[in-house]
């Protein structure tokens, strides 16, 4: 074996695939058991692919586009399409479940106890066949032998018991211990021993059963729940919920595709319909009064920094880039805790509680602060660079042509700058478009709009109402309805995207 | 050999040794586990209290710490699948969301007399009881003795206080009660005839809203007064300030400010708030519980921890330390004699409604909260306020 200069290079390949490999190995299984198929054979394949691209000596190019096609497949095109499929389907509270599972919940949960008693039990196993079965004491004192499909009387001769009433001996079953019990504990999680009438023994305990009676059947050929006591059929509505004809509902309801709903909701319900335009128009409104503002003050610091006649320009630089240097998470939580009302610095300096959070106004001014607070370091960052950056001899030209001050700065400067920070502007306006944590930490989007029924609220944007949607509000979470309004926020920030591409495409063409 | 065999030879290395780990953690799944999900502060009550009787019983006891936040959710999203707990550990007001998903068991075994009625009446929907209570918590009237030294009886006594202490320049406010918040509102509210949802036979019916009932509307200007005479103020809240400076006679709390009540020197009562019309002021019980996955691997074990421990004087005594609230085993509460703050909120907390279980409940809150605001700041007459409350409740959960 010869090593080459290349050896290094080749462990370190071996090393980084060795351990993607072992990754895979070791996952792939885990997923498998989770029944997460898809993962499982998107890592197997992707695994595969990884290996043959590097451990071939051609396919350069492959080699830069694979491993990032794999990521971008599995972390951003797969949740778009998840959640485009999510907002077709009714997937929210009370519908969370497949409707095998959903089905089987309803009639177990129909098992009513009959009285409020348990009755003794000792698990044994069939000499003849080797079924577990239940040795049960009836409520009369005789005795009886349950499995899962039949019940019948044992004679008293053919049970021995001890002093103390427990079941030692009986003929024709071993009778079991408790350690043997527990070793197969899992089967008694649903053993039911059916006595007839619908009636059945239920398994509570190691040596208990309840008298439960069943009240709801499910007829799959029908596709029907059936109430064994008042014959009340129940069928499958659209909404993947059983429904009778009088209109009651059995929960819990099941995951079913719903079609266009969610969408229709948004659109035609007034309920959401009010809110999401009310939130809409905020989102645009936000998104412009913060670009404007902080490009506003950013330019303008940008422009005093940039005079030849300041001093300690550097101090001010420094000072000037921290907001941005810190995790505005931490900032944005920091100047929730300066605007609370009783108790935040700035109402006690104030000397008045003032209900800054709260009141619909306020709350979209303090929001809207903290967000100047926020991105005015970014803007000046790159308006000083813009300025820094604009050819002097246009503007010693416009100069010995006797431009004023001010008009050097409208006719000349100003739109110099803005011509190549607009694709930037129009990706701070997206950003701030769906800025969810500059809003959903400092005011939660707070306060609720009433009419909303405590969902939307004056700060909401878009993003956070989408998430309060999914994940608090309402009569619960309703990921579809949320996965919905997502995608209206996704149409609006990629065509804001598309239009700022083609914007600096046509600046590049004009230099 | 050549740098591609290599390569593949490292790989299939790789593979192998990675095989090799696998066989590990299949093994250890056999055997008697019970699994329990709590937040942080029980857990190690929890842990403590079922180790004895998990190793007489050798089962293997895992209490996972959960974010109290997240925990319907993850149950919603990972028991299905399996990968939920067998019990978890939560308040009363989750059983309505949890068990219309169906996640949740009912329970079996369990003594319903037992418990304080309220702890029952609040695990129990659609007339299955969906979880083993083990504290109640409410509300109740905090005389600042000084002030008043009897314990109004009847809310004329209270008015009659409130206005001598009025005209002597010695009070503030009559009683401090939070700014906007309907449940520390709610005695004042059932006081006068309000109420949530109505409670029939089959539990709570969500189409009967008392948020603007008959006797409510006919009593709400009385509320209108309360503000008015500086019975009651916008400027309460949460820090209660008035009442721990000695400017308040009355203050409605909960055993979570016992503390903060003993620390400030003030000599005090714990009692119940009178009734304020004709009907009587129920508080809110709020109710902490277990309660079972309906894809529990192992429900026989996590029964027998129901029925052994924590249905237990020792246990409930255990997590009643944790938070001077009273156990809702009868037998449990009947021990707790040492204290009588204790005692005296669980009096009251016994003609206390618990709080409503049905995820409906969630639409409530926000207008509900926003009348008292509009009422407390004068933006609307009570009448006015909280009829627009029942509207927008209506239309939210129509």
């Known amino acids: ?22 990754f895979t190995v070791w996952c792939v299984p885990i997923l498998i058991s989770n ?32 491993p990032g096609t794999i990521l971008l497949l599995m972390f951003q095109v797969y949740p778009a399409i998840f959640t485009g499929y999510v907002a077709f389907t009714n997937y929210s509270n009370g519908h969370f479940l497949d409707k095998e599972t959903a089905i089987s919940v309803m009639v177990s949960n129909s098992f009513a106890p009959v009285g409020n008693t348990t009755n003794y039990m000792q698990v044994a196993e069939d000499n003849l066949n080797g079924k577990t079965t239940l040795i049960i004491k009836n409520d009369d004192g005789t005795f009886g032998a349950g499995t899962r499909d039949v019940f019948r009387p044992l004679p008293d001769s053919d049970v021995t018991l001890s002093s103390d009433g427990r079941i030692m001996k009986v003929t ?112 645009f409104i936000y998104a412009g009064l913060v670009v404007l503002s902080t490009f506003f003050l950013g330019f303008l610091l940008a ?89 002097s001899e246009v503007i010693e030209a416009a100069q010995v042509d006797g431009a004023s001050p001010r008009q050097l700065f409208s006719k000349i400067k100003l739109p110099l700058v803005l011509m190549t920070l607009a694709p930037l502007l129009i990706a701070s306006y997206a950003y701030n ?33 989408t998430y309060k949607m999914a994940f608090a509000a309402g009569k619960g979470n309703d990921y579809g309805l949320a996965s919905a309004v997502s995608f209206f926020n996704f149409l609006l920030v990629a065509s804001m995207s598309i239009y700022s591409f083609k914007k600096s495409r046509t600046i590049e063409n004009m230099t | 050999m050549n740098k591609k065999r290599l390569g593949i030879l490292g790989v299939i290395t790789a593979v192998a040794v990675a095989v090799s780990t696998l066989v590990v953690p299949s093994a250890t799944a056999a055997g008697k586990t019970l699994v329990i999900w709590s937040d942080e502060n029980r857990a190690k009550t929890l842990r403590e209290a079922g180790a004895s009787w998990a190793a007489k019983n050798g089962v293997t006891l895992t209490v996972v710490i959960k974010d109290f936040g997240k925990v319907k959710d993850e149950l919603i999203t990972a028991a299905p699948k399996g990968l939920g707990p067998d019990l978890l550990v939560g308040p009363h007001d989750w059983v309505g969301q949890l068990a219309a998903s169906g996640v949740l068991d009912r329970m079996v075994n369990i003594d319903k007399s037992a ?12 007339g299955l009881l969906y979880g083993l ?58 006081g006068l005839g309000g109420y949530v949802f109505g409670v029939g036979a089959g539990g709570i019916n969500a189409k009967d809203l008392g948020i603007y009932s008959k006797t409510f509307a006919s009593n709400a200007s009385k509320l209108d007064g309360y503000y008015s005479s500086g019975l009651i103020s916008k400027s309460s809240n949460y820090d209660f300030v008035q009442w721990y400076a000695g400017k308040a006679p009355y203050m409605i709390t909960g055993p979570w400010n016992l503390a903060n009540i003993k620390k400030s020197g003030i000599s005090y009562a714990i009692a119940s708030v009178p009734a304020v019309g004709g009907t009587l002021s129920r508080p809110f019980v709020g109710v902490n519980g277990f309660m079972m996955s309906k894809f529990a691997a192992n429900k026989i074990v996590a029964r027998q921890f129901l029925t052994q421990v924590a249905a237990s004087d020792d246990f409930q005594l255990a997590l009643y330390k944790l938070g001077d609230r009273l156990p809702a085993l009868k037998t449990a509460a009947a021990k707790v004699t040492n204290n009588p703050d204790v005692a005296a909120f ?50 939210a959960i129509s």
């Open chain 1, 1 to 22: 074996m010869k090593f080459g200069n290349k050896t290094p290079a080749l462990i370190a390949k071996i090393m980084l695939l060795g351990a993607l490999n072992a």
């Open chain 1, 35 to 66: 029944k997460t198929w898809l993962f499982a054979i998107y890592f197997t394949i992707s695994t595969l692919i990884l290996d043959y691209v590097f451990l071939s000596k051609k396919r350069i190019a492959t080699k830069y586009i694979v």
């Open chain 1, 172 to 283: 024709g079953f071993r009778t079991l211990s408790d350690d043997e019990v527990f070793a197969i504990l899992d089967q008694f999680n649903d053993f039911k021993v059916p006595i007839g009438n619908s009636k059945f023994f239920s398994v509570t305990d190691i040596n208990a059963v309840e008298l439960v009676e069943q009240n709801l059947s499910y007829d799959a050929t029908k596709d029907q729940v059936t109430d064994i006591l008042t014959g009340t059929i129940y069928s499958p509505n659209n909404n993947g919920s059983m429904i009778s004809a009088a209109g009651e509902e059995i929960e819990p309801g099941w995951t079913t595709t719903v079609g266009w709903r969610n969408f229709s909701k948004v659109i035609n319900d007034e309920r959401y319909r009010g809110p999401m335009l009310q939130v809409l128009a905020w989102t």
């Open chain 1, 303 to 391: 422009l005093v920094l940039n005079h030849p006649r300041m001093k300690s320009k550097k101090i001010y630089r420094t000072l000037l880039i921290v907001p941005y240097a810190m995790p505005s998470v931490l900032s944005t939580l920091v100047w929730a805790g300066m605007f609370n009302q009783d108790n935040g610095i700035i109402n006690r300096v104030l000397g008045s509680p003032i209900p800054w959070l709260s009141d619909p106004w306020l709350a979209k001014f303090a929001v809207l602060l903290v967000q100047l607070w926020a991105g005015t370091p970014y803007m000046f960052l790159i308006c000083t660079g813009a300025i820094q950056s604009l050819p």
């Open chain 1, 433 to 465: 478009f769906s800025n969810f944590g500059a809003i959903y930490l400092l005011t939660g989007g707070g306060p609720t709009i009433i009419s909303s029924g405590g969902i939307a609220g004056h700060t909401d944007i878009l993003i956070s109402y």
């Open chain 2, 115 to 126: 418990y304080a009625a309220s702890g029952i009446q609040g695990f129990s929907y659609k």
């Open chain 2, 133 to 190: 209570p083990y504290n109640v918590e409410n509300i109740a009237l905090i005389v600042n003795t000084k002030l008043s030294p009897t314990i109004p009886a009847t809310f004329a006594d209270v008015e009659k206080t409130w206005a001598t202490l009025k005209a002597a320049g010695t009070a503030k406010v009559g009683i401090e009660v939070p700014y906007g918040d309907s449940y520390h509102n709610m005695p004042l509210f059932s």
């Open chain 2, 346 to 395: 669980g009096a009251y907390g016994a003609i206390g409604t618990p709080m409503p279980n049905i995820p409906q409940m969630n639409s409530v809150w926000d207008s509900w909260g926003n009348a008292w605001k509009n009422v407390a700041d004068g933006k609307q007459t009570a009448a006015a306020a909280f009829a627009q409350a029942a509207t927008n409740i209506k239309k």
